[in-house]
């Protein structure tokens, strides 16, 4: 990357980048101990992550003021300008895939832990892929780095499909057994939750594109069964 010539720019880039790193970090831990607690049916560790939120939003406010000043002050064109508009908006993405975390953390106190069903045990793998594709789209971000921004869209399909066949199970389970429709029911949302996480790190891959490149990306395909599904079940009850 080339220096500017106004130093301070370039300290507030990486001010910039840092901000959202440090978002990204917590809210990737936010999604793991999240997935942790409903695995272990721990709700004092979901009151944890409850109350962690709080940072995530501070850490966006701050964002948000830095990337006004830089604005104001700098008069940043072209790709700076585009760097800065794509930090402010994956901020507000980034506070979105928190509350996300959250609302997984409040299912937890409201699933009865003296008969847990199995169906509990494959959610943690859904939640460890999507907290990657975070991950990945954040490090796509601080490297400007376009090809793995698209790498990031491309795991979104097989996130997609995780999420049906686990829909699926779930149904199917729920059927099989009426007494868990409850504890399936919060199950079937933590599956959706996980599911948007992953369409927002998609959504932040995508800014990383155009901040890089200057174009949007190129509309992908979405992954996911059409014939059987949320979307599938909304059809069919209108038709």
Known sequence: MTEHTVKAFDADIGRLRGLISQMGGLAEDAIARAMKALARNDPELAAEVRAADKAIDALQAEVERLAVQVIALRAPMAVDLREVVAALKIAGVVERIGDYAKNIARRVPLIDGEHRIEPVSILPAMGRMASEMVRDALDAFAARDAEAAVGVCDSDLALDDFYDSIF?????????????????????FVAKNLERIGDHATNVAEMVYFAATGAPMADRERGGDPEFGPASLNRRAKG
């Not at 699926?168 to 079937?188: C, D, F, G």
């Open 168 to 188: 699926r199970t779930l149904v199917t389970y729920m059927v099989e057994n009426p007494k868990t429709i409850s504890q399936v029911a919060h199950l079937l």
